[in-house]
């Protein structure tokens, strides 16, 4: 898609949407999340593209030590899924299922406990429109309709210099954390009992790009309320990424990068060494206050077209936040 091709679809929508900057002027199709995070350990694991260095051999300066990767989207996707379903939710929808109805769950009854907590049938939602409710358009319905978002890997690396987060990389420090499992038993005299291992990043920082396929913007406004939702709720058990949570692993201090940035003042976000100019001081007030309320208010309407209990904003105030 090139920047010649870019336009917002919203005849869909019951109201006008009217921003005061023109999707050329922005970073849209791209999203980027910025992320900062003291330690994660995703579940799905970590791609690294080196060797471990062995305990009893490591150097600070070993380029063997140096070790960079991928972080897992797997991990990320669900986590900003679950923000989306409960921004929808808080509104007083329901949210699409991310799952089959007749898959084989662990636990009995799961998915009818679902139903009866704030979603409904994955799919359910295509019965009276083509394109389903916000959650499943932008998502997708596995075997069945791609969804609209594209969720690409974070490479990570602990060298700042070779990261470059408009491609979505972060600098990050790998460790292979290693710890026994010793029996409680006085009379085992603290045998081990086995070796648990866990991948870990260290001190994330960086950008998560995501690219929409489809420019809608309540697209833009649902990802905007449901990055801010995780970010507020950074501290729940259930709004964290990635797993040992018990551990202080998962908190997560993430935002979307202003769209009306240039390339150049995205990394100036991340660049230590320089402050925020008075040109982005600007354009964070016009988001703030005119371009942020529209996308919300595409988002309002949305919902509000597919439940009839929510009321359609107003055509002329911007929306307001969940």
Not at 106 to 126: F, I, P, Q, T, W
Not at 234 to 262: C, H, K, M, T
């Amino acid at each position: 898609m090139t920047s010649g091709e870019l336009e917002f679809v919203d005849s869909n929508l019951d109201v006008e949407v009217d921003l005061p900057r023109s999707v050329e002027e922005m970073l849209l199709p791209h999203v980027y999340v910025g992320l900062e995070i003291d330690l994660l350990s995703p579940g799905d694991g970590i791609v690294t593209d080196r060797h471990h260095a062995s305990a009893d051999r490591y150097e600070a300066d070993d380029p063997m030590n140096q070790i960079e990767g991928q972080i897992s989207p797997f991990t990320l996707s669900g986590w900003l899924r679950h923000g989306c379903e409960r921004v929808v939710q808080i509104a007083g929808a329901t949210a699409c299922h991310p799952g089959e109805p007749n898959a084989d769950y662990m636990r009995a009854n799961v998915y009818e406990r679902d139903l009866e907590s704030g979603y409904h049938e994955k799919g359910e939602c295509l019965d009276e429109h083509d394109d389903g409710c916000v959650v499943y358009d932008l998502f997708g319905g596995f075997g069945s309709q791609p969804g609209k978002l594209l969720r690409r890997p974070v490479s990570f690396s602990p060298i700042r210099r070779q990261v470059d987060v408009l491609d979505g990389e972060a600098e990050a420090h790998f460790r292979q954390i290693s710890n026994q499992v010793r029996s409680r038993n006085e009379e085992d005299g603290g045998q081990p009992l086995r070796q648990a291992d866990r991948d870990v990043l260290g001190n994330v920082e960086g950008t998560w790009k995501l690219t929409l396929r489809e420019l809608k913007p309540e697209f833009v406004g649902l990802l905007l309320e449901a990055v801010s939702f995780l970010d507020a709720h950074a501290d729940e058990f259930a709004f964290q990424v990635g797993g040992a949570r018990n551990f202080g692993a998962g908190i997560a201090d993430v935002w979307v990068i202003n769209p009306l940035y240039s390339e150049r003042e995205v990394r100036r976000v991340f660049n230590r060494a320089q402050d925020s100019t008075a040109a982005m001081a600007e354009k964070d007030e016009v988001w703030r206050s005119e371009c942020r309320p529209e996308f919300v208010r595409a988002l309002q309407a949305r919902t509000a077209a597919r439940d009839g209990n929510l009321p359609m904003p107003s055509s002329n105030e911007g929306g307001e936040s969940a």
